[in-house]
């Protein structure tokens, strides 16, 4: 039978890596271009898998993720709140009378509030002149002395348990020098005289002597002030 009658055969074709023994045999100068082919593919497909090649440093990605430290942002949210919190209860405290930094932050942490927050409020209020107790013990020495008559002695104390510092206190206490002190304890002595006529002499002294060492005047303030009180009146038995 002739080659060209007789039957057709199908072409082979051969899978990656495999080779009939025919073309196996002898050497050959060429290489097989799909020799290795497995291992070559090997680390495309482990990395299609999310995997890692073999010797790749395990901690690369953990050293390129960020770290966060800010805030959050709840926590802010909550330091602004007790501010403003702050700052309603200080300016509704300072609207009704003048009050020393230890007087306010009494009443702020009174209102629960962090020290801290009471602290920053009391440095703000400061710094804009809203507390100041060098003024303050200014203003209480000349009202109270011209208004109320106390004595030195009365307001010193008055500013001591508002925790109005010794040297704010002095610096105030120089707007009333000895003169001052006197003149005016007399002037309470004798306008409390005239209400002391149906006492005799004795127990006007004391009633007077009381009267003027509670309002903060010295024993010596006190005596001359009587004196001068009782001057005219020293003859009498009883007033009129």
Do not use: C
């Amino acid at each position: 039978m002739a080659s060209g009658d007789g039957p057709k055969l199908a072409r082979v074709t051969y899978l990656p890596g495999v080779t009939p023994d025919s073309m196996q045999q002898g050497p050959s100068s060429e290489s097989d271009p799909t020799e290795n082919a497995g291992d070559a593919a090997l680390p495309d497909f482990v990395s299609f898998f999310g995997g890692k090649e073999q010797g790749a440093s395990e901690d690369s990605t953990d050293s390129e993720v960020p770290a966060t430290s800010a805030e959050p942002e709840s926590a802010t949210r909550g330091n602004t709140r007790r501010e403003v919190r702050a700052e309603n209860v200080s300016m509704h405290a300072l609207t009704r009378r003048g009050m020393s930094r230890w007087e306010l932050g009494k009443t702020l942490l009174s209102r629960e509030l962090d020290e801290d927050v009471v602290e920053a409020e009391l440095d703000r209020l400061e710094g804009v002149g809203l507390i100041n107790d060098a003024a303050l013990a200014e203003t209480f020495v000349r009202t109270q002395h011209d208004r109320k008559g106390l004595g030195r002695g009365a307001i010193t104390a008055e500013l001591r348990r508002r925790h109005v510092d010794q040297e704010h206190i002095d610096a105030a206490l120089e707007q009333v020098d000895d003169d001052d002190e006197q003149d005016r304890a007399t002037e309470l002595a004798i306008k409390r005289a005239g209400q002391l006529s149906s006492y005799d002499l004795e127990t006007a002294k004391r009633r007077l002597h009381g009267f003027l060492s509670r309002k903060g005047y010295s024993s010596g303030v006190v005596r001359a002030a009587i004196d001068e009180a009782l001057s005219a009146r020293s003859s009498g038995v009883r007033f009129r």
